[in-house]
Protein backbone atom coordinates (compact mmCIF):
# COMPACT_ATOMS: atom_id res chain seq x y z
CA UNK A 1 0.00 0.00 0.00
CA UNK A 2 1.44 3.20 -0.75
CA UNK A 3 1.60 6.24 1.34
CA UNK A 4 2.40 10.41 0.50
CA UNK A 5 2.54 12.31 3.07
CA UNK A 6 3.09 16.35 2.59
CA UNK A 7 4.65 18.91 4.77
CA UNK A 8 5.58 22.38 4.13
CA UNK A 9 2.45 24.14 3.99
CA UNK A 10 2.21 27.52 6.22
CA UNK A 11 0.10 31.39 5.53
CA UNK A 12 2.72 33.42 3.90
CA UNK A 13 2.02 37.39 2.23
CA UNK A 14 1.98 37.54 -1.01
CA UNK A 15 5.07 37.90 -2.88
CA UNK A 16 6.22 35.03 -0.39
CA UNK A 17 7.61 31.13 -0.72
CA UNK A 18 7.42 27.74 0.18
CA UNK A 19 9.08 24.66 0.03
CA UNK A 20 6.24 21.84 0.17
CA UNK A 21 7.49 18.41 0.22
CA UNK A 22 6.45 14.98 -0.10
CA UNK A 23 7.13 11.95 0.82
CA UNK A 24 6.39 8.38 -0.43
CA UNK A 25 6.91 4.79 0.89
CA UNK A 26 5.22 1.49 -0.34
CA UNK A 27 6.15 1.08 -3.89
CA UNK A 28 9.52 1.26 -5.39
CA UNK A 29 9.07 5.33 -5.69
CA UNK A 30 12.03 5.70 -8.47
CA UNK A 31 9.67 3.74 -10.91
CA UNK A 32 6.53 6.32 -11.03
CA UNK A 33 5.66 9.38 -12.30
CA UNK A 34 4.76 12.42 -9.22
CA UNK A 35 2.04 15.00 -9.37
CA UNK A 36 1.03 18.52 -7.70
CA UNK A 37 -2.32 19.44 -7.47
CA UNK A 38 -4.34 21.69 -5.68
CA UNK A 39 -7.92 22.06 -4.10
CA UNK A 40 -9.09 25.47 -3.25
CA UNK A 41 -12.85 25.91 -1.35
CA UNK A 42 -15.56 25.92 -4.02
CA UNK A 43 -13.71 24.75 -6.75
CA UNK A 44 -12.13 21.12 -8.82
CA UNK A 45 -9.37 19.68 -8.14
CA UNK A 46 -6.79 21.82 -10.55
CA UNK A 47 -2.94 19.91 -11.54
CA UNK A 48 0.09 21.75 -11.17
CA UNK A 49 3.28 20.01 -12.10
CA UNK A 50 4.47 16.58 -12.80
CA UNK A 51 7.84 15.13 -12.85
CA UNK A 52 9.38 11.83 -14.86
CA UNK A 53 9.96 8.98 -13.03
CA UNK A 54 13.52 9.73 -13.64
CA UNK A 55 13.42 13.68 -12.95
CA UNK A 56 14.17 14.63 -16.92
CA UNK A 57 10.63 15.25 -17.92
CA UNK A 58 8.56 17.71 -16.15
CA UNK A 59 5.64 19.55 -16.88
CA UNK A 60 3.60 22.66 -15.23
CA UNK A 61 0.53 24.04 -15.50
CA UNK A 62 0.30 27.82 -17.23
CA UNK A 63 -1.46 29.14 -14.05
CA UNK A 64 2.17 28.19 -12.17
CA UNK A 65 4.37 27.94 -14.70
CA UNK A 66 7.94 30.06 -13.83
CA UNK A 67 6.33 30.66 -10.43
CA UNK A 68 6.66 27.08 -9.03
CA UNK A 69 9.79 24.44 -9.94
CA UNK A 70 8.59 20.25 -9.31
CA UNK A 71 11.62 18.34 -8.33
CA UNK A 72 12.42 14.98 -6.73
CA UNK A 73 15.13 13.11 -4.85
CA UNK A 74 14.80 9.10 -5.86
CA UNK A 75 17.17 8.16 -2.92
CA UNK A 76 15.13 9.94 -0.67
CA UNK A 77 11.42 8.72 -1.88
CA UNK A 78 10.38 12.38 -1.93
CA UNK A 79 9.31 14.93 -4.29
CA UNK A 80 9.41 18.50 -3.78
CA UNK A 81 7.46 21.64 -5.01
CA UNK A 82 8.80 25.38 -4.66
CA UNK A 83 6.17 27.66 -4.87
CA UNK A 84 8.24 31.47 -5.03
CA UNK A 85 6.04 34.94 -5.82
CA UNK A 86 3.01 33.55 -3.80
CA UNK A 87 -0.60 34.93 -4.47
CA UNK A 88 -4.08 34.68 -2.86
CA UNK A 89 -5.44 32.76 -5.51
CA UNK A 90 -2.46 30.37 -4.54
CA UNK A 91 -4.72 29.61 -1.06
CA UNK A 92 -5.77 26.11 -1.30
CA UNK A 93 -5.24 22.82 -0.20
CA UNK A 94 -1.54 21.16 -2.05
CA UNK A 95 -1.58 17.26 -2.34
CA UNK A 96 0.99 15.08 -3.97
CA UNK A 97 0.32 11.78 -6.29
CA UNK A 98 1.75 9.17 -7.38
CA UNK A 99 0.76 8.15 -11.31
CA UNK A 100 -0.95 4.46 -11.05
CA UNK A 101 1.48 2.84 -14.18
CA UNK A 102 5.38 2.63 -13.72
CA UNK A 103 7.38 5.12 -16.05
CA UNK A 104 5.74 6.53 -19.56
CA UNK A 105 5.00 10.06 -19.08
CA UNK A 106 4.05 12.22 -16.61
CA UNK A 107 0.37 13.10 -16.42
CA UNK A 108 -1.56 16.12 -15.77
CA UNK A 109 -4.86 14.45 -15.29
CA UNK A 110 -5.96 13.45 -12.16
CA UNK A 111 -7.29 9.88 -13.35
CA UNK A 112 -4.15 8.69 -13.93
CA UNK A 113 -3.06 8.85 -10.09
CA UNK A 114 -3.96 6.55 -7.81
CA UNK A 115 -2.58 7.23 -4.69
CA UNK A 116 -2.66 10.25 -2.63
CA UNK A 117 -1.63 12.10 0.40
CA UNK A 118 -3.71 13.92 2.76
CA UNK A 119 -2.55 17.90 1.33
CA UNK A 120 -1.20 20.75 3.42
CA UNK A 121 -2.71 23.89 3.64
CA UNK A 122 -1.31 27.00 1.60
CA UNK A 123 -3.19 30.30 3.19
CA UNK A 124 -1.79 33.23 1.33
CA UNK A 125 -2.56 36.26 3.01
CA UNK A 126 -1.11 39.58 4.34
Known amino acids: QVQLLESGGGTVQPGGSLILSCAGS????????MGWFRQAPGKEREFLAA????????RYADSVKGRFDISRDNDKNTVNLRLTNLKPEDTAIYYC???????????????????WGQGTQVTVSS
Open 97 to 115: AMQEEPYGVPSARSHQYDS
Open 26 to 33: GRTFGRYN
Open 51 to 58: IGWSGERR
